[in-house]
């Protein structure tokens, strides 16, 4: 029996290499060794729970396609393993919703906006198995996806620009199990025509949209990085993920729902559904029409259109669904037509680098325009090294870092003078209104926490820059000190000392993105910039203040030892920020202070080494034994932290 079914597979393995023109025994080989490389050699350790995985794990929004060749390679292999044992699943990808959900039917309409994707899918992309394919685009993507997913055609409508583009479709559809398909007219334009798309169905409707370019859907089976431990999605498969979707939705409050926003493994996870703020790909989503809702309709760019239906569903509802374990494969960089199309001048065909040229400038005004219009759920650009990741960056706990309950609490001391705003900017009536009311008159940080100013409230304060610090204290506790006087060069000129201004607005690590930086006194700043005159002469307020500044990744606590050091000569911290300490005077320039520190702590641990050598002299046998195991102990210590020295500086 064994036997019969391994023949059975083999004909089919043959059957299907020789519809793609390959050779049999290269498809068999393909069949045997590509689950085994999926297979663990260890049992997999228990994973956290799904609400430990939500509230820990950071998301990736990246949205990374798989254009590159080798990406192609694996796609052809992939297509021919789609049958997967449990044997071969982590145990939580045992679990996903496609095999264990029980949700209920429902009705719902599939709506494909697609342009120009009637033309041979030879004529539209470069991928090396449609070389030779004659088949309509869409035919070979999208619609030949949901055929396999035994999707009814009732449930599918195309929506087109005009009524010339329907009847390319009709043509190119006849013969097909797809001639039969509604097509409707919609409008022209990415954007416009998903929101003609919110607008055609009534509200309630539970709308699915899929782009034209969709090749397959892909499952993450196992935990890894590399396209091994994916799969395609089992036939008969997606329907079951629609039902199970609006079930989420209904349990958790939310109007929309998409998949993985990267199509790579290594951001991909084997279980589990964020309900962050994050990107929702076009290529495959659900929601539930509310057109009577103006605020949730695009009006930006073509480029970042699932940016912006996004957060607008998150600004209103405070959640959007991703499945984490599936992601659609599509390329929408390389095929043409579609929102490519856009992109060409007419009447001349440019390359998918041009194109890639233009799509990118669009896609970064778009970016820039929802973070002025969602400043507190959208940052600024991000420039990604790779043209295809979207470069909208989502703030994915739905505020900037340190703005929400998670705080960035100031490492203040109480003797730090600063200053309140006397406007309280608080509501009106609460407890928090009354508690600024007292101490908004404070001189110092003592005064304040005596006049009532909790913890909470000075993280809250400091972060929304509510309150400021016009003189940092340099008495502090140390237990290391170092004598290294600098050489000054006082005829060194900064262009951040020109203005009239007594502060100088500078951004530290502990801040949130919010904040306008840290007050620190123009005097104080220019001692620390004389001792390295290269690292400041050139800098603006502007880059003083900015995220990636100077001095932006140094602690509070390390920047008053530096100003400390810069006015006296003695450089003191505590033991336990000796790292930080040396981070900071390595990104100064201030290699040869960087060195004695990391000597100075070589030297303390070599001394503290020979003190219980001292004290088993006087112990006797019993005393000189337990003096010999501290010693090989204090030792491997002391190796240990000279091999990390030794490291961190050939970074």
Known sequence: MAHARAVRAGRARAGSAAGQRRPVRRA??????????????????????????????????????????????WEEKLLEMEEVLPRDMHPRAREAPHLVSKAKKVPYELAIPTYQRWMPVCQMSKKHRFRKCKMPFILAHTLGMLSRQR??????????????????????????????????????????SRNFIMKF???????????????????????????????????????????????QMRDHKAFLWGVSTSQNARHMKTYGISKRNGLVNGYLNGYISRPQCKELFRTLSDATEDSEFAVRHF??????????????ITSPY?????????????????SAEQRSEARKKEERWGALELHRMFPKLIGLPKKRRDKKTM???????????????????????????????????????????KLYEGYKTARTLREAVSLGARPIDLAHDYNWGFLSVVDLSLDFPYEVELQEPGKRQAAAHFFWAKSSEKFVKVRIKEMSL???????????????????????????????????????????????SLL?????????????????????????????????????????????????????????????????????????????????HVKRSRR
């Open 201 to 247: 169905f009534p509200a309630g409707t539970y709308v699915v949209s899929i782009d034209d370019d969709v090749e397959r859907i892909s499952w993450k089976i196992q935990e890894g990085m590399t396209h091994h431990v994916l799969r395609t999605l089992p036939p008969g498969s997606l329907e079951t993920i629609i039902f199970d979707a609006y079930k």
């Open 514 to 560: 919010g904040h306008g930086g840290l007050d620190i006194k123009k005097e104080s700043l220019q001692l620390l910039a004389e001792k390295v005159p290269d690292r400041f002469r050139k800098l603006t307020p502007e880059d003083l203040r900015k995220e990636g500044g100077l001095l932006s990744k140094m602690p509070l606590v390390v920047l008053r």
């Open 564 to 644: 400390r050091w810069a006015k006296t000569g003695s450089l003191r911290y505590e033991r336990r920020k000796t790292w930080a300490v040396y981070d900071a005077l390595k990104v100064l320039g201030l290699t040869w202070l960087a060195r004695r520190v990391k000597q100075r702590e070589v030297e303390e641990a070599k001394a503290a080494d020979k003190e219980p050598k001292r004290r088993a002299r006087s112990l006797g046998k019993m005393g000189q034994a337990t003096a010999r195991k501290r010693q090989a102990k204090r030792g491997k210590q002391v190796t240990k932290v000279m091999k990390q």
């Open 315 to 328: 600004a209103k509802d405070g959640v959007v669904l991703r499945y984490r374990m599936y992601a659609g």
């Open 334 to 350: 390389l095929n043409r037509g579609g929102l490519q199309k856009k992109f060409e001048v007419k009447g001349e065909r440019i």
């Open 391 to 433: 470069e909208v960056c989502f703030y994915s706990m739905g505020y900037p870092p340190g703005e929400g309950k998670k705080r960035i609490a100031p490492q203040l001391m109480d003797t730090d003078r600063v200053r309140y705003w006397q406007q309280n900017p608080k509501v009106l009536g609460c407890h928090a209104y």
């Open 151 to 192: 999707i009814p055609v009732s449930r599918v409508t195309l929506f087109v620009a005009n009524e010339t583009e329907r009847g390319h479709y009709r043509k190119a559809l006849q013969d097909s199990a797809w001639e039969k398909v509604r097509i409707e007219l919609s409008v022209l334009g990415n954007k416009n």
């Open 28 to 73: 068999v080989k393909r069949k045997r060794v590509a689950p085994q490389a999926a297979r663990p050699k260890r049992s997999p350790k228990a994973p956290p729970t799904a609400q430990a995985a939500e509230e820990s794990d950071e998301e990736s929004t990246d949205d990374e396609d798989s254009d590159d060749e080798e990406m192609e390679k």
